[in-house]
């Protein structure tokens, strides 16, 4: 009989299931669902919300999927493992259910309640404490129910994250863990507990805030009414979860000092592991607890993140048209005008407050059009250059940080699909790249795996992630994507 482990990983443009071959490392089956991007709701102007059910009838579905491609024998599923969208804010009453849409990671109206924070809580306790400013985080979105809408508030019973209420939706318990406390912005790195210092400020009652777990490890088994609705048997564990990109970083077997994982989705991002608790003075970029950490050998994941990335390709998708059928038309017309795209300069930031811009609204620029020269191609590689330069920017405060960036590892996935992406990436932050063939919901498949036990460890769970491609820089290649980048950085000066 099979050893067969489910990942779940529920993103904000898709939910993905993979069954995972424990023995093998390799994948059985996987679904995504929808085809098109998950609808995200904009009530006002710097709001982003999804429902949480939505992601539930999601989980639903491609489960009953990957258990018909995998032909799955009862008894054969071993565990399961939940990767989500960080960040997120679910509230449920007492019935466990949702009281108000889930306010997501790239939703801005919690800004300035985090900047007063901030100010009021002093910038050496939140730095050294929270190893952030309170910024736009879950804890600054509660506190904006708080004070905005006090009747849904009142009704409250527990928050979660969005990972946190798909196991509750399993389970029946509601959990979280360290590492998504540190995410919310509710962990105090000092005392490796709960920031009552926070809580107090914001007037929250530590009561509504779940019990936390290790990442790895039983965190409760399946429903059997929901089993039953799944076509799974009844108890079978959830034994791992993790935001998505501690979870891409760990799916990539990026897990010690100075390694580094990025990603190009919705948004882009770029995770370096460090064993001491490093922060940047103006939280740009953001430290968290690492799935691995523990108080004896402590890992922590600093975190690069660009809301504005994937969301401009496909932004520029919709706007095409029908003449647009795919990504790879798009990467091919981009890559017939030459780097810098003719002096054309892409902004990317259009997508909520930007971090590494210190939560301020930029927005998307679009500088250098001559109606002469440029068409759709021009926009294209401009699109793509002007996300890559997006990273780089926050690359170059990573450094600041003191990070060792010479190594980046990858899935093949969405922008790291373009040959013309790969290349602007590799060569404008004089990085190798290693290309991975695994994505989140692999890596919550592994880590299903080493939260049952089936896996002795990482070395053991990650004996099936196949190697595709490494890239090099190019010296020549460098020289002009420093140029892009220098003009690139000029623009935004112009914009900031």
Known sequence: MRQLLIGYDVGSSSVKTTLLDADSGKVVASEGLPKEEMRIEAPQPDWAEQDPETWWKFIIATTKEVIKKGGVKAGEVKAIGISYQMHGLVLVDEKLSV???????????????????????????????????????TASKLKWVKENEPDQFDKIHKIMLPGDFIAMKLTGEILTSETGLSEGVFWDFQKN?????????????????????????????????????????????????????????????????????????????????????????????????????TKTDPRYGVLLCVNGTGILNSWLKKLLGPQIMDYEQMNQWAAEVPVGSEGLTFIPFGNGAERIMENKQVGAHLSGLNLLKHDKRHVLRAGQEGIVSALTYGFNIMKQMGLNLKTVKAGKANMFLSPLFREAFVNMNDVALELYDTDGAQGAARGAGIGLGIYAGAREAFQGLKKIQVLEPEKQKQEAYKAVYGRWEHSLQQVK
């Open 99 to 137: 009281i108000r849409p889930a306010i997501i990671w790239c939703d801005s109206r919690a800004v300035e309640i985090g900047n007063k924070a901030f100010e009021a809580l002093g910038s050496a306790y939140c730095l050294e404490n929270l190893l952030n400013s309170p910024g736009n985080f």
């Open 193 to 293: 507990g709960l920031a009552d210092k926070l809580l107090e400020y914001y007037g929250l009652d530590a009561s509504i805030l779940p019990e936390a777990v290790a990442s790895f490890g039983h965190q409760g088994g399946i429903l059997p009414e929901i089993a039953k609705e799944l076509g799974l048997e009844a108890g079978i564990p959830v034994t791992y979860r993790s935001g998505d990109q501690p979870n891409n970083a760990f799916s990539l077997n990026v897990l010690d000092e100075g390694e580094l994982a990025t990603t190009a989705g919705t948004s882009g991002t770029v995770y370096g592991v460090s064993t001491k608790p490093v922060y940047d003075p103006k939280s740009r970029v953001n430290t968290f607890v690492h799935v691995n950490h």
